[in-house]
C-alpha cells in the first residue's frame, strides 16, 4: 500500500519531466511545452488539493522555462505563448477543483459506508438482544410446540413484539402472545416488563387469562407506563384431556385473533369481541372475558402479532383471509415447515416485526 502512495505521488513528477525531455529531444521549433498540465491533472485523480496545487505551479512554471528554451517569448510567438501559458494555468486551476470534488465526494462515500457499517452493527446487535429478551423456543409438556421472530425491514433493530409460554401452579401452561407499540429500545424494555410481570402474575394465583390481564393492566398503570399493550393469552393443559378433547382458554386484549388449524384442515379464526388494549383505560372498565374451546388430537393453535397480516396496502380483512388461505395449505405440515411456509409466504419483508407461537396436540 505504501508503495502503491509512492508510485502515485511520483506519477506527475514524471510526467512534468517526460515533457522536459520531449521538448529537448524534439528541438526548439516543436512546442510541447502545454503538455505539462497533465501533471496536475494526474494528481487531481489520486492525490490531495496541497499536492496538486503544488503540481499545478510546477507545471506552469515548467510551461515558462521551456518557452524561454525554445525561445517563444518573440514578438512572432509571443501571443501564442502567452495563450498555452494561460491554457496551462486554467488547466491547473481545473485540476485543483477537480481534485476538491473527488475528496469530497470520496469523504461522503467514506461517511455513508460508516454509516452503514454501523447500522448494520446495531441491527445485528438488536436482533441479539431482542432474541435474548425473547428467550429459546418454549417447550409445553404434551404438546408440540415452536415459534419464530422476524424483525421488520426497518433501521429500528428492537420492537416490542414477544411470544411466551409457562407452567402455572395447578399445572396447565399459558401461552402468551404480545405486541407493544414501537419499534425502539423503550419498546423493548416495556415489553420485558410486560413479559415478565405477567409471567409473575399468573404463577402466583391469577391463573385465568382475563384475570391475569386485568390485573396486570392495573400494575401498568401503577407504574405509570404511558404505552399500549396488545396481548392475546391462553392457557391449556394437555393432561386435562377428556376423550381426546383439551380445554384451551384465552383472553384478548386487542390482539389478532388466535386461529385454530382442526386435524382435518379446517381453519377456525377464534374472533369473539375483543377486551380493551392494556393502557387504554382505566381499570373500573368493561370486565375482561375468558373464552373456551375445545382441542382435539392433531389440532394445532396459533398466535401470532399483527405484522402477520397487516401488511402496507392489504386491509386486516384481507390479511386475515390470506393467512386462513394459506394455513388450508400449509396448517397440517410439521411446525417449523408450517411456520417457515408462512414467513416466505409473505413475499417481501413489511415494516412491523412478527412474532409466531404455535401448539400441537399431537394426533
Known sequence: MKRSRRVNAALPALVLLLVVI????????QVVLGLSVIAPLA???FLGRRTTVAYAAAAFVVATLLGLYS???TAETAVAQTIRLIAVALGGALAVVTCQLRLRREAHVARLGAEAAATRAAVRTGETLQRALLGDIPTVPGLETTARYLPGAREAQVGGDWYDAFPLSDGRTMLVIGDVAGHDAPAAATMAQTRGMLRAL???GHGSPAAALTVLDDVLAGLGLETLVTVAVATIDPRGAVDGAVPLQWSNAGHPPPVVVRADGRVEVLERMPDRLLGAGPGDGPARTDHDLLLHRGDTL?????G???????????GTTWLVRTLRELGREPLDRMCDGLLSALGSRGDDDIALLVVRLPA
Not at 22 to 29: F, H, I, M, Q
Open 22 to 29: 520531449a521538448e529537448v529531444v524534439s528541438g526548439r521549433g
Open 43 to 45: 494528481s487531481a485523480t
Open 71 to 73: 525561445q517563444q517569448y
Open 202 to 204: 399468573a404463577r402466583v
Open 302 to 306: 396459533l398466535l401470532y402479532t399483527d
Open 308 to 318: 402477520l397480516v397487516e401488511r402496507r396496502g392489504m386491509t386486516l380483512d384481507d
